[in-house]
């Protein structure tokens, strides 16, 4: 089956800084990438996903970039506020399928003002 | 849409006793899904339904869980007897098998789950 692996799993940065998540994944089969952040006491929900077709996606201040050949994925938070602190989960699938997600084990962020 | 809905939101209960865990999908939606979060474990998969009927149910960590989906609206994790290690928070989510966000994993708030 399939095996997410996240780092690090704690990130502290600077308020305006950026911030870096990486995942990797080993079924090279997967084709659908999300990404999803909970909040203390908040469930989990989706921020942004990529799909193989794709190699980075933006959105605002967040983006997404993928690299197939080395099944990794990463996710870029720039200018980062205060609000942006929260447990980061990435997670892979195959799509088009009834295929579950397997997530990564989580990143917690801090956000420092 | 009210989201997925769970109940109860919180469940403090003595070991040995049985616990159900209730979960109401978006509607529409046909897949649902039970996980498990704890720190020690993260967020872990332990059963998934797609048209009410079971796919994977290989999370389950041992005889003591089972779920049911009898219809499209409604599922159940029942744990019997519950032990203190059982402890966590559960969380079903739900996701369309169709349509623009058909692989979005929509979660509920969750089930924290005490078992003294």
């Known amino acids: 089956g399939e095996n997410v692996e996240q780092h690090p799993s704690t990130l502290s940065v600077q308020e305006g800084d950026s911030a870096v998540i990486k995942c990797t994944y080993s079924d090279s089969a997967s084709n659908y990438f999300p990404w999803y952040k909970q909040e203390l006491g908040k469930r989990p929900q989706l921020i942004i996903d990529?799909?193989?077709?794709?190699g980075e996606k933006k959105d605002q201040r967040i983006a997404v970039t993928l690299n197939k050949t080395a099944k990794h994925f990463s996710l870029h938070i720039t200018e980062t506020q205060p609000e942006d602190s929260a447990v980061y989960f990435c997670?892979?699938?195959?799509?088009?399928?009834?295929?579950?997600?397997?997530f990564g084990s989580g990143t917690q962020l801090t956000v420092l003002p | 849409d009210a989201g997925v809905i769970q109940s109860p939101r919180h469940e403090v209960t003595e070991m040995g006793q049985e616990v159900t865990l209730r979960c109401k999908p978006i509607s529409g939606h046909n897949s649902l899904f039970w996980y498990r979060q704890t720190m020690m474990r993260g967020l872990e998969l332990l059963i998934y339904f797609n048209n009410n009927v079971p796919i994977d149910d290989s999370g389950m960590p041992e005889d003591r869980f089972s779920a049911k989906m009898p219809n499209a609206s409604f599922s159940t994790l029942k744990i019997q007897p519950s032990e203190p290690r059982d402890s966590a928070v559960y969380f079903c989510a739900s996701r369309s098998m169709s349509g623009a966000r058909y692989n979005e994993q929509f979660f509920g708030p969750g089930t924290r789950l005490t078992v003294l």
């Open positions: 990529i799909r193989s077709n794709v």
């Open positions: 997670a892979a699938s195959l799509t088009g399928s009834a295929r579950q997600l397997t």
